[in-house]
């Protein structure tokens, strides 16, 4: 019905950036919410950062200044800009989302398959 997959991962030296996509297909009317996880190798999965249907954005303090969560509408696209990449931000990074299927009310929620993200020290 709804389908998120995520782009952008890759290998990157500290201090470097990579911008992550998680966009949404299929039965998408508008997407309400996006959270961005991060699972560290041997660590359980952290919220990095979230945006609400309001634009209303939220990030972990270890990303503050640094990642930027934003939002195409028109594309049902939703981005993480990640700058000053530190070795501790590698990982599987994962978005989920609320989405809204319709103008009924109706609504899906679900992951993505998640891009690694390595850097490099």
């Known amino acids: 019905q709804v389908q998120l997959v995520e782009s952008g991962g890759g290998l990157v030296q500290a201090g470097g950036s990579l911008r992550l996509a998680c966009a949404a297909s299929g039965r998408v009317f508008k997407i309400n919410s996006v959270d961005w996880y991060q699972q560290a190798p041997g660590k359980q999965r952290e919220l990095v950062a979230g945006?609400?249907?309001?634009?209303?954005?939220t990030y972990t303090d270890s990303v503050k200044g640094r990642f930027t969560i934003s939002r195409d509408n028109a594309k049902h696209m939703v981005y993480l800009q990640m700058n000053s990449l530190k070795p501790e931000d590698a990982g599987v990074y994962s978005c989920t989302a609320g989405v809204a299927t319709g103008t009924d009310g109706a609504t899906w929620t679900g992951w993505g398959q998640g891009p690694q993200v390595t850097v490099s020290s």
């Open positions: 945006i609400t249907n309001g634009d209303r954005t």
